[in-house]
C-alpha cells in the first residue's frame, strides 16, 4: 500500500510558478506511475500528468503542456509538478495519485491511491 501527501499549494498571481511535491510512504513507489489530476469547484476531477515508474515517460493534458512538467525522484520517494505560467484557470485542489500496473495513463479510474490534496489560487 501507498500513501501519498500532497504540498507546496498556495496563492499565486496569474503568470507566477509554483511547485506541488507528492511525497509517497510504503514499499515499491519506484514501481508504480504517478499521476497529478485537478479539480476545480463544481468540476469534475480532471487529468494533468502522469510519469512512469522509471520517468522516462510523461504524459500531459493539451491544457498545461508547455507550462507545467512532471518529474520524480525514487530515492526521495516523491513526485512533483512544477507549474509556470500560471493562469486563473488552473484554479483548482491538486491530487497526486499512485497506478500499480501501468506505466502512466490520463485514465482516472486507473489509479489505486490517491492524496488528499492541495488547493492552488491563480488570481488575475
Known amino acids: 500500500q501507498v500513501q501519498l501527501v500532497e504540498s507546496g499549494g498556495g496563492s499565486v498571481q496569474a503568470g507566477g510558478s509554483l511547485r506541488l511535491s507528492c511525497a509517497a510512504s510504503?514499499?515499491?513507489?519506484?514501481?508504480?506511475?504517478m499521476g497529478w489530476f485537478r479539480q476545480a469547484p463544481g468540476k469534475e476531477r480532471e487529468f494533468v500528468a502522469a510519469?512512469?515508474?522509471?520517468?522516462?515517460?510523461?504524459y500531459y493534458a493539451d491544457s498545461v503542456k508547455g507550462r507545467f512538467t512532471i518529474s520524480r525522484d525514487n530515492v526521495k520517494n516523491t513526485v512533483y509538478l512544477q507549474m509556470n505560467s500560471l493562469k486563473p484557470e488552473d484554479t483548482a485542489d491538486y491530487y497526486c495519485?499512485?497506478?500499480?500496473?501501468?506505466?502512466?495513463?490520463?485514465?482516472?479510474?486507473?489509479?489505486?491511491?490517491w492524496g488528499q490534496g492541495t488547493q492552488v489560487t491563480v488570481s488575475s
Open positions: 495519485a499512485a497506478d500499480g500496473y501501468g506505466s502512466g495513463t490520463s485514465i482516472l479510474a486507473e489509479y489505486d491511491y
Open positions: 510504503g514499499r515499491r513507489f519506484s514501481s508504480y506511475a
Open positions: 510519469i512512469s515508474w522509471g520517468g522516462g515517460v510523461t
